[in-house]
């Protein structure tokens, strides 16, 4: 697991937008960075129902128009993609995952995660010089 950890723990637009630019952008930099999700940041992909925190929801069009004018897609899963072709490494919290429900289809790792068990994700935390929570 790599020195700077990002916590995506929020199921919002411009949360995903946030973490995975961040975790994208540092990578390309030579950062060892990866992003974790977990609470409502996975749910929301589980579930592919993504919204705007409700201070930015005003904002979404204006947010989804110039994003694309830069390059970048507001749609998570297209996020996901752009972290991944980069070499980010994208984890899905195993332990929020069963809280979570525990069954299919909710008990499948979302597109382009891997599984880490929570065990795994304490000791890397505890190891970790930098953890962001975006």
Same mark, same amino acid.
């Given at each position: 697991?790599?020195?700077?950890?990002?916590?995506?723990?929020?199921?919002?637009?411009?949360?995903? &937008?946030? #973490? !995975? *630019?961040?975790?994208?952008? =540092?990578?390309?930099? $030579?950062?060892?960075?990866?992003?974790?999700?977990?609470?409502?940041? &996975?749910? #929301? !992909? *589980?579930?592919?129902?993504? =919204?705007?925190?409700? $201070?930015?929801e005003g904002y979404a069009e204006d947010i989804k128009k110039?994003?694309?004018?830069?390059?970048?897609?507001?749609?998570?899963?297209?996020?996901?993609?752009?972290?991944?072709?980069?070499?980010?490494?994208?984890?899905?919290?195993?332990?929020?995952?069963?809280?979570?429900?525990?069954?299919?289809?909710?008990?499948?790792?979302?597109?382009?995660?891997?599984?880490?068990?929570?065990?795994?994700?304490?000791?890397?935390?505890?190891?970790?010089?930098?953890?962001?929570?975006?």
């Amino acid at each position: 697991m790599p020195e700077t950890i990002i916590l995506c723990k929020e199921g919002t637009i411009n949360s995903y &937008l946030s #973490a !995975l *630019i961040v975790a994208t952008n =540092r990578k390309k930099a $030579g950062e060892d960075i990866a992003a974790v999700f977990l609470q409502e940041g &996975l749910a #929301a !992909l *589980i579930d592919k129902k993504y =919204r705007y925190a409700p $201070g930015l929801e005003g904002y979404a069009e204006d947010i989804k128009k110039n994003a694309a004018e830069m390059g970048i897609s507001a749609d998570p899963y297209e996020l996901i993609k752009m972290a991944n072709s980069a070499g980010v490494p994208l984890f899905a919290c195993y332990a929020w995952m069963k809280l979570l429900g525990g069954k299919p289809p909710r008990f499948e790792i979302p597109e382009g995660l891997q599984k880490l068990e929570l065990s795994e994700l304490l000791e890397e935390l505890g190891k970790a010089k930098k953890v962001i929570t975006l």
